[in-house]
Every structure is written in C-alpha cells, then in structure tokens.
C-alpha cells in the first residue's frame, strides 16, 4: 500500500473514532465534568453558601447523579485530588493567610489522602461546567502522546534542514543577481497571492453577510463560553511587535542563538548571506564546506523519511483529539461563517493557484495536487505550516523536480510569511464579527483590513493557531470590538486545518512557479516511476538503506 493511502486511511480513522468514541461523542454516556475556575463546588445542591471541602481547583469530575431543582439542573460530581494538588493543599496549610493555620507538630498532622474520593455539587451551566464521557477522554489521553511524538520528530528536522538547504542553495545559485531576481519575484509573488485572497474572503463576507445568520442566543452563548480564551488572545497579540522592530529583528545578533530558538526569518537571513559569502570564496575554499553542508542536508532527508513512517498513526492520532474534542454544536452556529471560509479557501486554491499553476508553471494542476498530497495531508493533520516544511521540500522536489535552489529559498520564507489562507480567513472573520455587532465598514475600513490581514498573516508564525492571535490586531485596525473573538473562537480549530492546507499549496505554488520562471525543468513524478526508483519520490527510499547518491550529482 502507498504511503499516501496509509495517511489518508488514519486521517479517516481519527476523524471517524473522533467523532464516534472522542470525549464529545454522541454516543457515549456524558458521565463526566469539566470545571473552569468559575464553577464553585457546593456541599448541597442550590445552597451556594457552603463550598464542598477539598473542592478548589478541581477540574475533572465523575458526575454521580442529575438533580433538577427548580428551573436550575445540579450535579452530584465525585472527585479525587491529584498528587499536584495534595502537595498544593499541604503547602497552604500552614501558610494561607484566610484559614486558621495548623500549628500542630508535623507528626500529629492528619496526612491528606491520596485515595479519598470527595463529593459535592455543581450547577450544570455552561461554560464553567460541561460535560464529556469519560472513557473518550481517557481514549484521548491515552493516545495523544502518539500525535505529539510525530510531530515532534518532523520539528526536530526543520531547523537544520532550512539552514543546510537553504545554504547550499544559494551557495549554489553562484550568483548574487540571480538571487537577487528570485528574492524580488517571490516576494512580489507572496504579496499578489496574498492581495487575491484577501479580495476573495472580502467579496463574499460582503455579497453573503454570514453575520446576518447568528441568532442573538448563540451569539450570546458563544461570547460567554469563550470570552476567557478571547482575552488571552488580546494579550498575546498586544505583546507583537512593530513593523520596523519586526524587520530589523530579522537579523540576528547570534546566529547560533537564531537557531537554538528556531527563529524562521532569522535563519533565513544568516543562511542567505552564510551562502552569499560562500560564493564569494575562492571554489578551494568553499567547495568542500558546500559539500559537506550537502551531505548533512541529505541526512535530514534521510530524517524525514524515517519520521513519514509514523505518518498514518500520527495523523490518526492528532485528527482523533481534534475532532473528538470540538462540539458540533458550535460548528452549527457557525455554520455560515465557517462554510464561507471554506468556500473562499476553495475558490483562492482553484482560481488563483490553479491559474497560477496551469499557466506560469505549465504544469496540469491536478497532477501538480497529487503530488503534493503528503504535505496536503500532514498540513491539514498538524495545522501547522512550518512542521509540513520538511515534507513539502520534499514533495517539490521529488515529485516535481524543483531544484534545490529554488526550494530552499522560497519554501521557508513561504512557511513564515506567506499565509494566503490566514490572510483570507482572517477578512472573513473580521467583517463576519463587525456584521454581528451591525456595524457597516466603509470602502476605506476594509482596505485596511487588506493592509493589516496581509502584515498580520505576514507576522503569523507557521504554526497552530497563530493566524488567530494576529486577528487582534486586525480588529484593532478597524476598531471592530475584540470581545467578538469569543464568537469564532470554538472552530479555529477546524478552519485551522483549512487554512493551513491553502498556505501550503501556497508555498508549493509559488515554488512551482519560481523554479519554471528559472529554467528548472519541471517533471511530475508518476507512480510507477516513484515505486521502481527508490531515488526518488516517497516510496522505497528507506528500503535501499544506504544514502541515495542522486544520478544527476557529480561525484
Ligand atoms: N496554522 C497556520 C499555519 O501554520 C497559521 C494560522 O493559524 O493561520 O499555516
């Protein structure tokens, strides 16, 4: 079986046990609650005067029975602390300021038991107190680590990967004008695509109004349970930088130190003009250090490879806590919106990358989408641009025949900076959240929202989540509340793989097209090709087990 099947066949299985055996399933028994801070823990229903003994900061509970007591529903919840919180409570005994401090010796203490189970009750209301089935959580926990060790070992690759290619990349462009071309044309290319996005998400936010769909109870629901997360996100976003800041910031004080963090555009920076001044040495100099950059570039490949195998029960995994984990319920009230984002995905990645595609690279793009189908996948998997990197090098190489040249420098700036689907999403989002407060933007409000979208997609880091907290700070721009983040907040998630996916395709296209506007020649790998040369393509290539030499590479 290919590899692309096995990935599709665990993201199949992910979504599917997500949503069938996931915490939120429709079909397990909601015998558990989850308590935020807010939720106080009483000793008898509707008498919230006396809070249940050994009660703080519990946050998962067994739900022993339902009780309705007038209009309020109550909760019997049976809990037992955790050694973290123990510890806490032996901490504070002696030392909390509001209880009467226990001044017996030590040894007379009464000892905090870690088996008691404690007992008391909670009034059902949304959002400080929900409800899950136990057994999906335990099923999620159980294999989360799963996800996270895949993606762990594909990070692990990406730091060094960037600075070896992208060295020997340029090392190898010999020449500073033909760097200095593809910088400008990719860059210039990064903004149109991102530009053409913004005017798709924009043009249908402003023909469909999905603001008008919101019921006033939903939107009210929604505000409530996610204002707490909402305000993190303000917060986050405020501590971001400005634009001269962020730009002067892309040049490292300390290299090594540019890497240890895994600064993207950093690294670029330094690897750029590592191989620039490697092209200006003398070829004695420069080629063996040129050569044994590429030799530790082919050993991350190699990396890369090994880290694939786990693909299809990764993906499984992460898809699985995803979705298991995401209410229908507030997919449903956001139905409008979030099926306008994908319709907007969907046309930006037919119209513009097709067109793009069909025409500039010369290239038939359906077969172009085929052979980008394991970064597709692992995008939409992780939602996280820079941790598919690896993978999407390797798609355009292998399966497309990009050069490395042209790879290693347009991919990672594309990781960072590019995000036409963010960019997109965020249009959508911001007018969506201004239709639901019935406030009307003007010609000149919107344009800034294409300003601020494609700095803040620009700004957004490649990795889950992030185009929501740079969302900020387009609201700001247009001074659209940023409470109304609350109200998108519950299906970032989803749209996340979305997006992440189009940001993707974004990068590979834009690869696609610098590589045929610099003379590479350009070949979509077919399977039987990528089956009977373990050289390239994804199959077969760790059953050779020594380091494939390339037939086209010089000895
Ligand atoms: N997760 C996206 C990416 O990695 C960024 C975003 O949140 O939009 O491309």
């Known amino acids: 079986m290919q590899l692309y099947t096995k990935i599709l066949l665990g993201m199949l299985l992910g979504v599917v046990l997500g949503f069938l055996v996931g915490p939120n399933s429709p079909l397990l028994p909601q015998d558990g609650a989850r308590l935020l801070p807010s939720a106080a823990i009483v000793a008898a229903p509707a008498d919230a005067s006396a809070p249940a003994p050994m009660s703080s900061g519990v946050q998962r509970a067994t739900i022993l029975e339902q009780r309705r ?17 123990l510890l806490k409570l032996e901490r504070d005994r002696d030392t909390k300021p509001d209880t009467k401090p226990d001044t017996k010796p030590d040894h007379e203490k009464t000892p905090l038991d870690p088996n008691a189970r404690h007992v008391g009750w909670v009034q059902r209301a949304e959002p400080s107190v929900t409800t899950y089935s136990r057994l999906g959580q335990t099923l999620v926990d159980g294999t989360e680590w799963i996800g996270r060790l895949f993606l762990a070992m594909i990070r692990m690759v990406v730091v060094p990967l960037v600075f070896f290619s992208l060295t020997v990349g340029v090392a190898s462009l010999g020449d500073l004008r033909k760097l200095g071309r593809l910088g400008g044309r990719t860059i210039g290319l990064f903004f149109g695509t991102t530009f053409v996005a913004l005017v798709i998400g924009l043009g249908l936010a402003n023909a469909l109004r999905p603001g008008a769909f919101m019921s006033p109870d939903d939107r009210a629901r929604l505000l409530a349970s996610y204002a707490g997360d909402a305000t993190q996100k303000i917060s986050d976003a405020a501590a971001a930088p400005t634009l001269v800041d962020q730009l002067i910031g892309v040049v490292p004080s300390n290299p090594i130190g540019a890497l240890a963090a895994g600064d993207m555009l950093q690294i670029i920076f330094f690897a750029v003009m590592f191989g620039v001044a490697l092209t200006m040495l003398d070829a004695r100099r420069s080629k063996p250090v040129v050569q044994l950059l590429d030799n530790c570039n082919e ?21 699985f806590k995803v979705v298991g984990s995401t209410g229908l319920s507030v997919l449903m009230a956001l139905l409008a919106y979030s099926g306008l984002v994908l319709l907007g995905l969907l046309l930006h990645l037919a119209l513009t990358y097709g067109g793009l595609v069909t025409f500039l690279a010369r290239l038939s793009f359906i077969d172009f989408l085929r052979a980008m189908r394991p970064a597709l ?9 820079s941790a598919t990197l690896p993978i999407t090098k ?16 347009v991919l990672p700036l594309g990781a960072t900076v590019n995000m036409d689907g963010t960019a997109l999403y965020q249009g959508i989002a911001a007018l969506f959240i201004a239709q639901i407060y019935t406030m009307d933007l003007s010609l000149g409000d919107q344009l800034s929202i294409v300003v601020s979208a494609t700095l803040a997609s620009v700004g957004a880091a490649g990795v889950p989540g992030a185009g929501m907290i740079t969302l900020a700070m387009v609201l700001t721009a247009v001074g659209v509340p940023l409470e109304g983040l609350a109200l998108v907040l519950g299906v970032d998630r989803l749209l996340d793989m979305f997006r992440t996916a189009t940001n993707v395709t974004g990068d590979a296209t834009a690869t696609v097209v610098m590589a045929r506007l610099e003379g590479d020649a350009l070949r979509l790998l077919d399977p039987s090709e990528d089956r ?15 380091s494939p030499v390339r037939p086209d590479e010089p000895d």
């Open 69 to 85: 007591v007038g209009e309020q529903e109550w909760l019997q919840v049976e809990w037992r602390l955790t050694a973290r919180q």
């Open 299 to 319: 050993a991350m490949v190699m990396l890369v490879h090994v880290a694939m195998m786990l693909a299809p029960v990764g993906v499984a995994a992460l898809l």
């Open 377 to 385: 996948m692992l995008a939409f998997s992780t939602s996280s641009s």
């Open 394 to 409: 390797e798609c355009v190489e292998e399966n497309i025949g990009v050069s490395n040249e042209i790879s290693s420098f």
């Open 532 to 546: 009977a040369r373990p050289d390239r393509g994804f199959e077969g290539r760790l059953d050779r087990g020594a």
